[in-house]
């Protein structure tokens, strides 16, 4: 298991060495806006399916991916509506996850077999530019096992997932140590799924648009 200290600074080699490491399928711990996350690459079946494993998560519960430009957003979703848009203009980069129709770019593992894919842009400099660099969406999901509370620094990673990642990049503590918020858009209206950072009333006074 590689570790890299970014708690300090990185560099551009540590962005080529994390972003190569990806694009290879292998197993990241990485640090967010919001808390830790575990990522590979989406297209990587296999890699995906070991994320699961670690976590011991079901495999009906999708994950969602992180962007760092709304081209990949258009990319990998069938389209973005106004409201949609207006919600991207407002709150990315942050710590929100729009919930899209997808496209078939995403392979149907990550998603658990829906119609549907969550994503969001990270508030984390680092990650922006990770992502950036490899040129596509990453997977993402929390660092925990299911079930638990996500983890916002790498002091207590459980064993089963220390010993089976390929690297670990440690920023420190998260900034916000929140999971983000997550919502739905349908029609008109806004859905929360779950609760975040950023509130509901927050989403309704920036947008203008009534939420039930």
């Known amino acids: 298991m590689e570790y890299i200290d970014i708690k300090a600074s990185y560099t551009e080699d540590d962005i080529k060495r994390i972003s190569e490491s990806i694009k290879l399928g292998r197993i990241i711990v990485l640090p967010t806006d919001t808390v830790y996350g575990i990522t590979t690459s989406p297209f990587n079946e296999e890699s995906v399916k070991k994320i699961y494993s670690l976590k011991e998560r079901n495999l009906s519960k999708p994950c969602n991916i992180l962007v760092s430009n709304v081209n990949m957003i258009e990319k990998v979703t069938k389209s973005i509506s106004e409201i949609e848009g207006k919600i991207i ?3 990315f ?6 919930i899209f129709d997808k496209n078939d770019v995403i392979p149907s593992v990550v998603t658990s077999g829906l119609d549907t894919i ?6 984390n400099k680092f990650l922006l ?17 299911s079930g638990k509370q996500a983890e916002i620094n790498i002091k207590n990673l459980p064993d089963k997932i220390e010993k089976n990642v390929d690297m670990i990049v440690d920023a420190g503590d998260a900034k ?10 349908e029609g008109k209206k806004i859905k929360i799924l779950r609760e975040g950072p950023i509130t509901k009333e927050e989403i309704e006074r920036k947008i203008k648009e009534g939420i039930k």
């Open 89 to 91: 203009k407002e709150f």
């Open 129 to 145: 530019e990770l992502i950036e660099n490899i040129g596509y969406p990453i997977l993402a999901t929390s660092l925990n096992l």
């Open 93 to 98: 980069p942050g710590a929100l996850t729009i």
């Open 176 to 185: 916000i140590k929140r999971a983000s918020t997550i919502i739905k858009v």
């Open 118 to 123: 969550g994503i969001r842009m990270p508030d």
